[in-house]
């Protein structure tokens, strides 16, 4: 079952840099360690409900590699991804598949933490190099949630911000980002008109998602144009 928003992914150019800055912000921010391919690492900023940032580098951004994520370096740093939290990975990627989706995985990750604590999941692949780019990827722990999130102090900041209430994913083409969210979600979510376009919110746990095919001029079309879906 997909219960909540895990984390939203922002790709940055040099962690420690990117860690100084959203320190400076107001945000709390704890040391990740090195994923287990060995290619990137990160930093978290979690929140009181769970939920939280991942800033994540290449420790070889200059290097062309096969990474879905890599080639939106040249973009600068930026959201890049999310993934939803599921309780049974297995099952959520059998009822993806009778709803039409293709994952890819579920596969085995994991994390290598500065203290030595071995991190393990597993995730299976939804959105930009599989299917339409606005889905997340899903998420299940294997070892405890609580080992690979921050609680306590890391969940407190400068900043008054203790929960992520929702995500707003900006897309080209609203109808068939909607279908392949109601597809994900099991729920057609609502039609929605904003100030930056149209869009369809859907409601997860208790946050909500938030498709949205903004005008070419608002701040959010200028966002797409420049940086992809």
Same mark, same amino acid.
């Given at each position: ?7 939203? &992914?922002?790709? &940055? ?9 959203? !320190?400076?912000?107001?945000?709390? @921010?704890?040391?990740?360690? /090195? ?44 959201? &890049? ?7 049974? $990975? ?9 709803? *039409?989706? +293709?994952? +890819?995985?579920? !596969?085995? *990750? ?6 030595? !604590? ?24 294997? /070892?405890?949630?609580?080992?690979? @999130?921050?609680? *306590? ?5 400068? $900043?008054? @911000? /203790?929960?992520?209430?929702? $995500? ?5 083409? $609203?109808?068939? #980002? ?13 039609? &929605?008109?904003?100030?930056?376009? %149209? #869009? ?6 208790? +946050?909500?998602?938030?498709?949205? +095919? ?5 701040? %959010? ?9």
């Amino acid at each position: 079952m997909l219960r909540a928003i895990d984390h939203i &992914v922002i790709l &940055v150019r040099d962690l420690a840099q990117a860690s100084a800055d959203y !320190e400076r912000a107001g945000f709390t @921010v704890t040391p990740g360690g /090195t994923h287990a391919a060995g290619t990137t690492h990160n930093a978290l900023i979690s929140f009181a409900d769970g939920t939280y940032f991942e800033l994540i580098a290449f420790f070889e951004p200059d290097r062309p590699q096969e990474h879905r994520w890599w080639s939106r370096g040249a973009q600068g740093d930026g959201l &890049v991804d999310y993934a939803l939290l599921s309780s049974d $990975l297995a099952a959520d990627c059998a009822a993806m598949r009778s709803h *039409g989706l +293709q994952p +890819q995985g579920p !596969e085995d *990750g994991g994390r290598l933490r500065p203290d030595g !604590e071995r991190l393990v999941w597993r995730s299976a692949m939804l959105g930009r190099g599989n299917s339409h780019p606005a889905l997340p990827f899903v998420i299940e722990d294997v /070892t405890p949630r609580d080992l690979r @999130v921050p609680g *306590g102090d890391a969940t407190r900041h400068r $900043l008054p @911000v /203790t929960r992520v209430t929702g $995500l707003t994913v900006v897309t080209a083409d $609203l109808a068939a #980002g909607a279908d392949a969210l109601a597809a994900l979600l099991g729920t057609a979510g609502e039609s &929605v008109n904003t100030a930056e376009g %149209a #869009g369809q919110r859907f409601t997860i746990g208790r +946050q909500w998602l938030l498709l949205l +095919q903004p005008s070419a001029s608002s701040d %959010a079309g200028q966002h797409l144009a420049a940086r992809g879906e």
